[in-house]
């Protein structure tokens, strides 16, 4: 799945077009390296998200194409933010 995508499946960002604007200002970086919108998410991946001032770091548990709210968390690991 498309790392833009999974950004607005487990709700991390809100929308997918803020989701693919923060991939191309380099706000988002996959296993340490700055990843575009289109880099395919895998299970184990750890994903850091900058938001202005904040960091938020998780790991990748489960790849779904659709989640509910309450499921959504379920799709990562938070290690930090």
């Known amino acids: 799945m498309r790392l833009d995508k999974y950004l607005k499946v487990s709700r ?3 929308r997918r ?3 693919n604007s923060a991939c191309d200002a380099e706000h988002v970086t996959v296993n340490g390296r700055p990843a575009k919108a289109s880099y395919d998410v ?3 991946d750890v994903l850091v998200i900058k ?3 904040k960091t938020l ?3 990748v548990l489960k790849v779904s194409e659709n989640a509910g709210k309450a499921e ?3 799709l990562y690991e938070v290690i930090s933010g």
């Open 12 to 14: 991390i960002i809100k």
């Open 17 to 19: 077009t803020v989701a």
């Open 42 to 44: 895998k299970v184990g």
């Open 51 to 53: 938001f202005g001032q």
């Open 57 to 59: 770091s998780v790991r």
């Open 72 to 74: 959504a968390d379920s």
